[in-house]
Every structure is written in structure tokens, then in C-alpha cells.
């Protein structure tokens, strides 16, 4: 399996290409530069097959419409989060000041312990709201792409529509109570690993914010 990392759109959120063994790949958070994105696809030779979501805010959604027509590529999304792929006010594309939003009407809606496979590889559904209601994680082998729900040294947003502080941190420390190391690929900023987040992130081990509450 190789992961590559693209920072994509205006806000350069991760998204990152996955290849298979038989040249296929999974994209995921195709958040916008479609012609930048087809670019590696084709000059790497790889055919897209799946476009998985963490959660369906504009920047990490933006190229998904384009490819997954290009490619015939599979979309899928939490169920909670599936209307925001037809709305723009609820992907927060007006709220960001009327940014790039293009219908995705084609795709398959996914729920906790759901699994995706592609070829080889086996891409498991961890629900972690928080950030949004529908937000996910996505197990695969050793690697944890989190979108924006675990960063490093950090976590997401919970201020927007559908943010909750207290589900966020539950999700936070379902992460965190999963066995083993994972390398984790967040959805802004620098890859990191689950060992290392639950040494020094301080969101890992708890609300911080619990006493002042």
C-alpha cells in the first residue's frame, strides 16, 4: 500500500491517494484541484475506484463531484453527513463566502463497522462525531486517516453545525483506547502517529476543559 499526501483547495486540506498492488487507488477527502489530482492519477498510472469521506465540509469534498464522474469512481459518505453533499449551506460552502460546491448526487452511504475493500486492501469505518454528526475515521493495516476529527497535537472544530465538544472528545478517546500503533494521516497539516498523539496530545487524554466547565 502507498499513501500519498496532497494538500488540495483553499484551506489545503490532506487528501491522499492510495494505491493498490493491481494500480488501483482510493482517494481520500477529494477536497478540491481536480486537474491536479487526475495529474498524479494519470501520470502515475493509477485508476481511482473509491472516494472515501471523512465528513462532507466543502474543502474536503470539492474535487468529488469531477472525479468520481472522470472515473467512475465510488463515492461513500456517513449517513449523517450525506446531505451535505447536495447543500451548500449545510457543507458550509456559503458560509465560508460562497465557496466552490458541485452536487454529488451518486453514493453509498456508510455507518460505524462498515467496511470498504478495494483489491487488497480493507478500509474499516470508525464513526467519530464530533467535528460533524457523520464524521469517520478509516482504518486500513496500520494506517488511520482521521480527517478532522484528530490532528497532531490537536483536534478539530466543534463550533460549526452539528460540532459537539463532548462527542468529539468520546471519539477522541475511542482513538485512543484502540490497540496498537497507527500511523495517522489527519485531514490538515502533517501526518503524525497514535503512539506519539497519546503521549503529548493533551486532547488524548481527556476534556482539558472539564474543570472550567
Same mark, same amino acid.
Given at each position: ?9 483553499? /484551506? ?8 493498490? $498492488? ?11 484541484? &481536480? ?10 498510472? /493509477? ?16 474535487? !468529488? ?52 475493500? /478495494?483489491? $487488497? ?23 488511520? &486517516?482521521?480527517?478532522?476529527?484528530? &490532528? ?31 500511523? !495517522? ?29
Amino acid at each position: 500500500m502507498k499513501i500519498t499526501r496532497i494538500p488540495v483547495g483553499a /484551506l489545503a486540506a490532506n487528501c491522499y491517494i492510495i494505491e493498490t $498492488e493491481s494500480k488501483n487507488a482510493a482517494a481520500v477527502d477529494a477536497g478540491g484541484d &481536480f486537474e491536479k489530482l487526475k495529474k498524479y492519477l494519470d501520470d502515475n498510472g /493509477l485508476t481511482l475506484k473509491k472516494i472515501l469521506l471523512t465528513h462532507g465540509h466543502f474543502d474536503h469534498i470539492g474535487a !468529488v463531484a469531477q472525479l468520481s464522474l472522470e472515473y467512475n469512481a465510488e463515492v461513500f459518505i456517513h449517513e449523517d453527513d450525506a446531505v451535505m453533499l447536495t447543500d451548500r449551506r449545510e457543507s458550509l460552502a456559503d458560509a465560508a463566502g460562497g465557496m466552490p460546491h458541485t452536487d454529488v448526487e451518486k453514493y453509498t452511504t456508510l455507518k460505524d463497522g462498515d467496511t470498504v475493500t /478495494l483489491d $487488497e486492501l480493507s478500509f474499516e469505518v470508525i464513526h467519530t462525531p464530533g467535528h460533524t454528526r457523520g464524521g469517520v475515521c478509516y482504518k486500513c493495516g496500520n494506517s488511520l &486517516f482521521t480527517g478532522d476529527t484528530l &490532528f497532531k497535537m490537536s483536534m478539530g472544530r466543534t463550533d460549526f453545525p452539528g460540532g459537539s465538544a463532548s462527542q468529539l472528545f468520546d471519539s477522541l478517546k475511542r482513538l485512543s483506547s484502540l490497540e496498537g500503533d497507527y500511523n !495517522v494521516y489527519p485531514g490538515h497539516n502533517e501526518p503524525t502517529t497514535l503512539d506519539y498523539e497519546r503521549k503529548y496530545n493533551a486532547y488524548l487524554k481527556g476534556n482539558p476543559y472539564e474543570d472550567f466547565i
